[in-house]
């Protein structure tokens, strides 16, 4: 699972004390919390930073959190004996055990079940866990990593999320900017996956005032949405430079404006949903992957957009 061509993409300054930030903390053992928006490249970082410490050659195992039922977010973390419940007729590892001396992410921690939240704390206090259904006591001797969107201060706030176990959690902590936050890496990361994808759609050059558009543009979506139009533009190209009509979300916000004068995000992001919604004739799962967030999430800005 290690994958030698991990990058993070750092040219704004923003960026760059990230980098700066994780490097120094890449060969501790501490949990690592990680936040910030939907799509902002969490899971990247997580993966950029185990690839730079010692345990680069240790497995890197991920669970997330927000689309599997409790009992099997439990099961897939602790393992279980044979017998432990209806189906389980062998005994299986959990990411725990399986990752060994590597590094465990749990992508949106905030999504755990109360149950499972007390075990996870068990587990950061003492560093050993039981299989499910068994009395054997293993070690964890993997580093793990949070990941999450969520505003977990307001979740504890709300009493959706432990705050012993967001104190456990919150000892090393990296915040991501959005990608509106740090402007000087959007062209960067355009030039980035128009390279990488141009084994699959050909390759293709930006003409030289899309840069500038693209860094007028809020991007909801953050950095999955960029990906995204940057592979739409390369699909449905009519020549070998894409202009700003393949851009057409950056053409409906008027082009090129200061950041101040841009209009609210969520009016952004409504649009940005909406439009998808209807592209794709309210599939929620293809929509979801195009905007680079989850199903749930999909669905709660949907009732809350009144998308229905």
């Known amino acids: 699972m290690n994958d030698a061509s991990v990058l993070w993409v750092a040219a704004d300054p923003a960026s760059l004390g990230i980098i700066d930030i994780a490097k120094r903390i890449a060969d501790t053992s501490t949990t690592l919390l990680i936040t910030g928006e939907s799509g902002t490249g969490k899971d990247q970082l997580a993966r950029w930073i185990h690839q730079q410490g010692s345990r680069r050659d240790a497995p890197l195992l991920k669970i997330d959190c927000a689309s599997l039922p409790a009992q099997l977010v439990e099961s897939e973390l602790f393992g279980h004996e044979r017998g432990a419940f209806t189906g389980a007729v062998a005994r299986k590892p959990g990411r725990f ?54 505003d977990l201060q307001k979740a504890v706030s709300s009493g959706r999320f432990r705050e012993d176990l967001l104190f456990r959690l919150n000892v090393l902590a990296i915040a991501v900017p959005p990608l509106r936050e740090r402007r000087a890496d959007i062209a960067p990361l355009a030039d980035h996956f128009l390279r990488r994808l141009a084994p699959v759609h050909g390759h293709a050059d930006l003409e030289p005032d899309v840069p500038r558009l693209l860094e007028s543009y809020a991007w909801p979506g953050n950095v999955r949405e960029l990906k995204n139009a940057i592979e739409h533009a390369l699909v449905f190209r009519k020549g070998p430079l894409l202009g700003l009509e393949d851009f057409p979300q950056i053409g409906k916000s008027g082009g090129a404006q200061p950041a101040e004068r841009l209009r609210a995000l969520e009016e952004i992001e409504r649009e940005a949903i909406q439009a998808t919604l209807e592209a794709v004739h309210y599939k929620i799962g293809e929509a979801a992957r195009i905007l680079g967030i989850s199903r749930k999430t999909l669905l709660d800005k949907r009732k809350k957009f009144g998308l229905m």
């Open 97 to 150: 055990e399986l990752a060994l001396g590597g590094t465990v992410v749990l992508d949106e921690v905030a999504a755990l079940a109360p149950e499972i939240q007390a075990k996870l704390l068990r587990v950061l206090e003492e560093r050993t866990f039981e299989r499910l259904g068994g009395t054997e006591t293993l070690r964890l001797e993997a580093r793990l990593m949070a990941l999450t969107n969520t």
